[in-house]
């Protein structure tokens, strides 16, 4: 298959180029700049996706079978709300209008944050536990917003082209050896825990990848969403009795036990046959090389 990836030099891009590189694919990748290093079966061009005669330009002078869209300014706290918003927007209609052109299909990272909890001005429940991908979308931050817009134009481009589109929610998304949830682990205070809109859950960076590839390799009609979040919270807590200590309630229905995120996963499990292999308990220890073509 001959695969696009934006976003190709970021955290999840950079993963996505190197696997698929190395397992048969022809890849181009595309960022603001080119990596240092170099890889087989795979090439690369400096573009900015937001302006949209150079996202058309290299796509159709590229005609790939897919476009895996991972650029964006990948949460708040980044750049300015605004720029996050404008941004994200831009870069993932410009990728659509131009996959949808040569008739690509696309799979593309949307988030958890389409919920509107993980940003949330005021902490707050979900309708439900655990969520799926049919819980209301509620955001109210500039970064959840653009993901929501990105899920619409998903549904237009596949109204107006054709091809299909698969908008992956991943969960806090950490590396092997380098994962961020150890230090909030060690910080939290069991007597008196704080609350977070993710609810403890995360995702590894080689599960994001796997999921692409199943979502690459599968018949999907349409624009479908899915989860991608790891099997456990990283924690080792208890998730319901975890979330009602810090948010003083519970939703109804809850039906969550023992350590189990309080994202589901069973849609992807159940469609794609993926499912998420890497926990925090040995991933956080575990020395694994990122991608060989950022270094020269």
Known sequence: MNVLVTGATGGIGSWVVERLATTGHEVVGVDLERPAGRLENASFYAADLTDYGQAIDVVRAERPDAVVHCASIPRMGIRPG????HTNVACTYNVFDAAGSVGADVVWTSSESIYGMPFAAEPRLPAYLPIDEEHPLEPEDPYGTSKLVGEELAEMIVRRAGISVVSLRPSW???PGAYEVAAVREAFDPDD???????????DVRDVVSLVERALE???EGHEPYLAVAEDNYLGRPTAETIDAAFGNLPSPCDLSGTE????TAKARRELGWEPDHTW??????SVPGPSFLEP
């Not at 605004?82 to 918003?85: C, G, L």
């Not at 308990?281 to 575990?286: D, K, P, R, Y």
Request: glycine share 4%; net charge negative.
């Open 82 to 85: 605004s720029e996050t918003f």
């Open 173 to 175: 998304v950490n590396y």
């Open 193 to 203: 825990p704080e609350p977070v809109g993710h609810f403890w859950s995360y995702i």
């Open 218 to 220: 599968a018949d999907v």
């Open 261 to 264: 995120a309080a994202f589901s």
């Open 281 to 286: 308990e040995t991933a956080e220890a575990e």
